[in-house]
């Protein structure tokens, strides 16, 4: 399951990014994340991404460098 988490600067004051992580993937998983950026990209959306090798983790992050999308959050009370 990703999760959500919003940015936090380096001063620790909040920023306007959202990171989504996807935990604990296979290697068949991961081959699937690199293929649907691959396709995103051809379609003209692109953000940052990382890995953390330690968690086999996988990251999109929404934030300045976000392009051909707009990220809008509907928080539930």
């Given at each position: 399951?990703?999760?959500?988490?919003?940015?936090?600067?380096?001063?620790?004051?909040?920023?306007?990014?959202?990171?989504?992580?996807?935990?604990?993937?296979?290697?068949?998983?991961?081959?699937?994340?690199?293929?649907?950026?691959?396709?995103?990209?051809k379609a003209g959306?692109?953000?940052?991404?990382?890995?953390?090798?330690?968690e086999k983790r996988?990251?999109?992050?929404?934030?300045?460098?976000?392009?051909?999308?707009?990220?809008?959050?509907?928080?539930?009370?």
């Amino acid at each position: 399951m990703s999760k959500y988490k919003f940015g936090i600067n380096r001063d620790g004051k909040k920023s306007d990014w959202v990171r989504i992580e996807f935990p604990n993937m296979s290697k068949k998983q991961m081959e699937h994340m690199f293929k649907a950026e691959k396709e995103l990209l051809k379609a003209g959306v692109g953000f940052d991404t990382g890995f953390l090798f330690s968690e086999k983790r996988r990251d999109w992050e929404f934030d300045w460098s976000l392009k051909g999308a707009v990220v809008k959050i509907k928080k539930e009370i």
